[in-house]
């Protein structure tokens, strides 16, 4: 099993740019999420999916988006880059909802926005 | 190198000491405690949870203690071994809400 696959593990990008942050699971977990996580902070929450075809807001949405076409795959979408979006990523999936004490995250994915 | 975690405060033990990580919490409608473990580089990891109905809870090597009068919470690693070295975060649910909230964190750092 690989559990909670994100990719890259780390991206520069330009302000204005755009890309796509991947997130896979292979444990047909029907929760998935995205965390940021900043410099001296805990983990925030982007948003979320209870299942394929579901997705709602987090604590902190704007400038993001997000589509569950599958039970595996939760991609996050960076619409158009801005340096406060340098962060560290997460990714996290489990069970069912709202497991988040069985929740399996990713190893994240550095973005440094220049 | 990591970017988190810069200015986080930092508790500092003796190997084999007993280590305790406090952690205060803002919703007093918080039904739901976790805490997480996060090494350099990886994701956090789950350690242990609490409802809001219990005050203490045990598990190997920690124990959570919960003072919903104070909203405090706190996490005791025994025996602290070089391995426990990380970030210890606590996060916060309400009523099974779709959010947990989380703290700040605090870095563990054994000495051996």
Known sequence: ?114 | GESVGLHLPTLSVQEGDNSIINCAYSNSASDYFIWYKQESGKGPQFIIDIRSNMDKRQGQRVTVLLNKTVKHLSLQIAATQPGDSAVYFCAENRNAGNMLTFGGGTRLMVKP
């Not at chain 1, 942050?21 to 983990?43: K, T």
Request: net charge neutral; hydrophobic share 35%; proline share 5%.
């Open chain 1, 1 to 114: 099993n690989a559990g909670v696959t994100q990719t890259p593990k780390f991206q520069v990008l330009k302000t204005g740019q755009s890309m796509t942050l991947q997130c896979a699971q292979d444990m047909n977990h029907e929760y998935m999420s995205w965390y940021r996580q900043d410099p001296g902070m805990g983990l925030r929450l982007i948003h979320y999916s209870v299942g394929a075809g579901i997705t709602d807001q987090g604590e902190v949405p704007n400038g993001y988006n997000v589509s569950r076409s599958t039970t595996e795959d939760f991609p996050l979408r960076l619409l158009s880059a801005a340096p406060s979006q340098t962060s560290v990523y997460f990714c996290a999936s489990s069970y069912s909802f709202p497991s988040w004490g069985v929740a399996f995250f990713g190893q994240g994915t550095r973005l440094t926005v220049v």
